[in-house]
């Protein structure tokens, strides 16, 4: 009992020692002027040293996908050093394999700059923007999620896979003392390109959550950037099988009214998993999309369905019913998007399905 009160102790009084040391790195440092050479100079520019790589590219516009909002746990914002930025950090290996160890590749959000540097990017991070954006509607979808309507300012478009995600800046107010990002996943369709629509979850004392929940409204500004990801629809005939879980059905959505406008006319079924009825939403557009792909099958599961409303649909873990359903995988795409608790399962029960990997799809959101 000693030991273990002793070593949250000693591991308590670490934290405090690495917070204290970071925020005085971040006021007295002075790492004069660094110089940031990308692509051998495709980009160049200096800027005061000190701050993350991450932050200071973003300051610059040059955007690495992020999903965590620079908190080291997402793995996105990979960028190749070949030149200065220190020691890799014990918070950057796990993301990392041996071949990215090897090439220098390093988690942008971890690394100080103390020097110049010398990175190399994809390309394709070139073409992510900053967009300026004014909210043009906030509804309630269920007791917990709200939609956020947001119409593009400038620029006033926006060129997206459906699927994707683009980052929300939350600026300082009472819940943050600074402006932080979060990943949200566009709902709207991507042939729409002058609006989007987020589905936002209530997440207890979350910063962006609370912020967006009970301070955001129509009429405001709302700074986003992207778009990011790799989860969309890849070209082929196969069946597919989508699994959501709340606000996890947003980008299939996209992706499902892609289906609908190309048109593409394949086997299709969305199993979409949520507590009880009331937390059912977009319930009218997925009966749309079913008149509009007659191949596209919808299976709503209910963890605990509410005694007073009756309902006779699936029951227990979205994972649950998929088991019941699936017996043969092989053939199966799937796309799945939502917790990371439901993503694990799903994606260890449909490779025992015989789905294999390369084509199973997903975002978590975690
Ligand atoms: C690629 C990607 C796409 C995403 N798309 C969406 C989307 O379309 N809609 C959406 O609502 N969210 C989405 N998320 C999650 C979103 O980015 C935020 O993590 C989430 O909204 C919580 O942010 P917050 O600032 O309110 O909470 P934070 O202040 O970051 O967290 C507060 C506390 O809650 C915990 N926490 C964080 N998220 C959750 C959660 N989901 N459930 C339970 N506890 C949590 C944290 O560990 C922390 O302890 C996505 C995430 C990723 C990686
Ligand atoms: S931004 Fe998520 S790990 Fe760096």
Not at 161 to 172: H, L, R, Y
Not at 273 to 298: C, K, N, T, W
Not at 340 to 347: D, E, G, K, S, T
Request: with cysteine.
């Amino acid at each position: 009992m000693t030991l273990v009160f002793g070593l949250l102790l000693l591991s308590g009084l670490c934290a405090v020692l690495a917070l204290l040391l970071e925020a005085a790195n971040t006021v007295f440092a002075d790492y004069g002027p660094c110089r940031i050479t990308i692509n051998e100079g495709a980009k160049e520019f200096t800027v005061k040293g000190g701050g993350r790589l991450l932050s200071t590219l973003m300051d610059q516009g040059v955007f690495i996908p992020s999903a965590c909002g620079g908190r080291g746990s997402c793995g996105l914002c990979k960028v190749t050093v070949l030149e200065g930025g220190g020691p890799i950090l014990p918070t950057e290996t796990p993301y990392m394999n041996d071949e990215e160890l090897r090439r220098g590749t390093r988690l942008s959000c971890q690394v100080r700059l103390r020097g110049d540097v010398r990175l190399e990017i994809p390309e394709a991070f070139f073409l992510i923007k900053e967009f300026r954006t004014q909210v043009v509607g906030l509804k309630p979808l269920t007791p917990f999620i709200k939609e956020v309507h947001l119409k593009l300012i400038e620029p006033q478009e926006i060129v997206f896979k459906p699927g994707q995600f683009i980052q929300f800046q939350v600026p300082e107010y009472e819940g943050s003392s600074e402006p932080v990002y979060r990943a949200y996943s566009i709902a709207s369709p991507a042939s729409l390109n002058t609006e989007i629509k987020l589905v936002v979850t209530r997440v207890e004392r979350g910063i962006a959550t609370t912020y967006i929940h009970d301070i955001l409204k129509v009429g405001e500004g709302v700074i986003i950037n992207g778009p990011y990801g790799d989860f969309y629809l890849r070209r082929s005939d196969r069946p597919m099988v989508m699994i959501g879980t709340g606000s996890g059905l947003a980008p299939l959505m996209s992706i499902l009214y892609q289906m609908a406008e190309e048109p593409i006319d394949r086997p299709c079924t969305l199993y979409f998993g949520v507590r009880s009825q009331q937390d059912l939403f977009y319930q009218d557009e997925i009966h749309g999309l079913m008149r509009a792909l007659p191949r596209f099958r919808y299976v709503p599961v209910l963890s605990e369905p509410s005694l007073e409303n009756h309902w006779d649909g699936e029951t227990g873990l979205v994972t649950d019913a998929v088991a019941r359903d699936v017996t043969d995988g092989s053939q199966l795409e799937a796309y799945l998007c939502g917790n990371p608790l439901m993503i694990n399962a799903a994606v260890k029960l449909l490779t025992a399905k015989g789905v294999t990997e390369d084509r199973i799809f997903f975002d978590k959101f975690g």
